[in-house]
């Protein structure tokens, strides 16, 4: 699967922004509901999270719905994943 993440990660940072957001969103979704792999609201949570900063609304929401489900600690790791993503790329 990380392979999958990592293939659409780096296919999203050469589109636009919009573009780059939207495929973010898809990965958040795809991780929250475990669509075609294990759910992991942590990672669900990161790539929300990098969708919502790069401007998309509706990953602003979903990403709000999941960290409602999540605990403090998998928040804290959520963001700092997402920290770590948006230093590198």
């Known amino acids: 699967m990380a392979r999958f993440e990592m293939h659409n990660a780096e296919m999203a940072t050469m589109g636009g ?3 780059s957001a939207d495929v973010f969103c898809e990965m ?3 991780y929250a509901t475990g669509r075609g792999c294990a759910i992991d609201l942590v990672s669900a949570h ?3 999270n990098i969708a919502a900063i790069k401007g998309n ?3 602003a929401e979903l990403r709000a719905d999941v960290a409602a ?3 403090k600690m ?3 790791e959520a963001l700092r994943a997402a920290r770590e993503w948006m230093t590198i790329h």
Do not use: P
């Open 69 to 71: 489900t999540m605990s």
């Open 17 to 19: 922004d919009n573009n």
């Open 46 to 48: 990161k790539w929300l």
């Open 28 to 30: 958040g979704l795809m």
């Open 74 to 76: 998998q928040l804290a």
């Open 57 to 59: 609304d509706r990953a």
